[in-house]
């Protein structure tokens, strides 16, 4: 039920209780924190896949809804990114072999590698900027690559 407040729940209620200034003010952005998770299922998230699926349709029924006052809602959807938070799936085990989430997140990214802080700097600033006026309902992937991958062919 926590993960449904924090990922669903309260951008919706912030959402809502900008949108009166922006659309007085005429314009306004919107960038709301989705996820890769909300187009794919694995085991032990339902909560957050759910809550971020969610998001994905509140993104683009918000920009629907207000996208005739000028006002855009997208939503950034990072894939693994290395944080202090992803670092123990990330550690190398006692025998030195990497971790088995790690080597399984690897394999499934086109990039070959976790996502960092850094790699979510470029795509806030356009979502945030001018060069994203006529961009609406949208949510922007950076994900290595994992949602268009299927796997090596054998």
């Keep these: ?3 449904i407040d924090v990922d669903l729940v309260a951008p ?19 960038i709301n924190i989705c996820s890769m998770m909300s187009e794919l299922g694995r085991e032990t998230v339902a909560a957050y896949a759910a809550a ?6 509140l993104t683009r ?12 809602v997208n939503g950034l959807g990072p894939g693994y990114i290395a944080t202090s938070q992803t670092a123990p799936l990330r550690e190398k ?7 088995p989430f790690d080597s399984f997140i690897i394999s499934k990214t086109p990039a070959a590698r976790w996502g960092t802080p850094e790699d979510l700097k470029g795509p806030i600033v356009f979502l945030a900027s001018e060069a994203s006026n006529f961009v609406n309902g ?5 994900d290595g690559g994992i949602l268009a991958y299927i796997g090596k062919q054998p």
């Design 1 to 3: 039920e926590e993960v």
């Design 12 to 30: 919706f209620i912030v959402s809502k209780a900008v949108a009166p200034s922006m659309i007085r003010k005429g314009s306004g952005k919107i």
């Design 52 to 57: 971020k699926g969610g998001l994905k349709m």
């Design 61 to 72: 029924t918000l920009a629907s809804e207000w996208g005739e006052h000028n006002i855009q």
């Design 93 to 99: 085990q006692p025998d030195g072999s990497p971790h």
């Design 138 to 142: 949208h949510i922007l992937y950076v």
